[in-house]
Antibody
Framework: QITLKESGPTLVKPTQTLTLTCTFS??????????VGWIRQPPGKALEWLAL???????RYSPSLKSRLTITKDTSKNQVVLTMTNMDPVDTATYYC????????????WGQGTMVTVSS | EIVLTQSPDFQSVTPKEKVTITCRASQSIGSSLHWYQQKPDQSPKLLIK???QSISGVPSRFSGSGSGTDFTLTINSLEAEDAATYYC?????????FGQGTKVEIK
């Protein structure tokens, strides 16, 4: 059974760096084809894809946020970490991590999400 | 960037009615189109992958069709538990993108 869980601060100040951790079980990020992505959702708004890391360390980013995002993996700890610099109130959202398998596949399993508020 | 446009944005439907949601891509994406259901205060749940492939555990009243730029999610005989927002998602090319969502309300 695949599970993912996001963790990190619930409140960050403007200009600070956000670090979110996705801890997963039921799969290995060293298995061919497997990936973990990050998606966010501002309150009452639509889903927005942020970043994705594959088993082979291939990394993809949203062009609009690329300069602020870094995604890394720790296969031994079964974790994926997303950092976002220079946080702004518009970055207030629920942040999800999700599992995918196959180069162009869907996100088949999602974490519960973690709400991050950006405010001074 | 591939833009996905869903229609309608909102639909109010009576139980047992048929619901059709469309998703149009700004360029051809083959069959790399997936559908999710999100209920209030819950994470999205995968309903259909690759335009028409069913997902284990998802009720058979949910089906998908289409290829290229035009896709459809159909809910046959809507049930009260289907009240949710539905999103399409393309994984044909990066950046992956989502539609703006279609909220389905039960009358």
């Amino acid at each position: 059974q695949i599970t993912l869980k996001e963790s990190g601060p619930t409140l960050v100040k403007p200009t600070q760096t956000l670090t979110l951790t996705c801890t997963f079980s039921g799969f290995s990020l060293s298995t061919s084809g497997v990936g973990v992505g990050w998606i966010r959702q501002p309150p009452g708004k639509a889903l927005e894809w942020l970043a994705l890391i594959y088993w082979n360390d291939d990394k993809r980013y949203s062009p609009s946020l690329k300069s602020r995002l870094t995604i890394t993996k720790d296969t031994s700890k079964n974790q994926v970490v997303l950092t976002m610099t220079n946080m702004d109130p518009v970055d207030t959202a629920t942040y999800y991590c999700a599992h995918t398998r196959g180069g162009s596949s869907a996100f088949d399993i999602w974490g519960q999400g973690t709400m991050v508020t950006v405010s001074s | 960037e591939i833009v996905l446009t869903q229609s309608p944005d909102f639909q109010s439907v009576t139980p047992k009615e048929k619901v059709t949601i469309t998703c149009r891509a700004s360029q051809s994406i083959g069959s790399s189109l997936h559908w999710y259901q999100q209920k209030p205060d819950q994470s999205p749940k995968l309903l259909i992958k690759y335009a028409s492939q069913s997902i284990s555990g998802v009720p058979s009243r949910f089906s998908g069709s289409g290829s290229g730029t035009d896709f459809t999610l159909t809910i046959n005989s809507l049930e009260a538990e289907d009240a949710a927002t539905y999103y399409c998602h393309q994984s044909s090319s990066f950046p992956w993108t989502f539609g703006q969502g279609t909220k389905v309300e039960i009358k």
